[in-house]
């Protein structure tokens, strides 16, 4: 036997025996590929794991999709009000150059900035809802598939137990 010291006390270990460690690994991986070749134990349906697993990719991807279409259409709304409040500075800038008197060009300027205002804000709270929109949608299908994992387990402990 190996003796170790800190310092302070003497204490003894055993050295492993790594024939006997390695014997017993392979014995487990020898049992463990029975249990699991054939795809079927009394525990553990592979098949119906991995066809679950599937489920939960799709549900994943859809939602993916779902979210990204979201953003895209936020996106494109986005696009759409920056134009609008480039052609009202536009309009604005013409407004200058035009005929009358300074208090009426500074009257239909206030106007064109209170419209283009008011566009921006209903803008963006279109933007917010068309997010909020997808992303529900997006976190519906996630918990629509937790869900359905849930029943899922449950019809495989029932099977498990014999209680169809």
């Not at 036997?1 to 310092?7: D, F, R, T, V, W």
């Not at 029975?34 to 795809?39: D, L, R, W």
């Not at 009394?42 to 279409?69: C, G, W």
């Not at 279109?126 to 949608?137: M, R």
Request: aromatic letters at 6%; zero cysteines.
């Amino acid at each position: 036997m190996a003796k170790a010291s800190n310092g302070a006390a003497e204490t003894e270990f055993k050295v492993p025996n790594f024939s006997q460690l390695y014997a017993d690994y392979t014995r487990m991986l020898g049992d463990f590929g029975k249990v699991f070749g054939s795809a079927k134990t009394p525990f553990l349906d592979v098949d119906t794991v991995m066809t679950s697993q599937r489920k939960t990719i799709e549900a994943l991807t859809k939602a993916n999709k779902v979210a990204f279409e979201g953003a895209q259409a936020a996106a494109q709304r986005q696009v759409d009000l920056i134009r609008r409040s480039l052609d009202d500075l536009a309009r604005m800038g013409r407004e200058l150059t035009a005929s009358g008197s300074p208090e009426d060009k500074l009257a239909r300027q206030a106007d064109i900035a209170k419209e283009s205002l008011a566009a921006a804000v209903g803008g963006l709270r279109e933007v917010t809802e068309l997010l909020q929109k997808s992303n529900f949608a997006a976190v519906d299908v996630i918990s629509q598939r937790v869900s359905d994992n849930f029943d899922e387990v449950k019809t495989a402990l029932r099977r498990l137990n014999g209680s169809h």
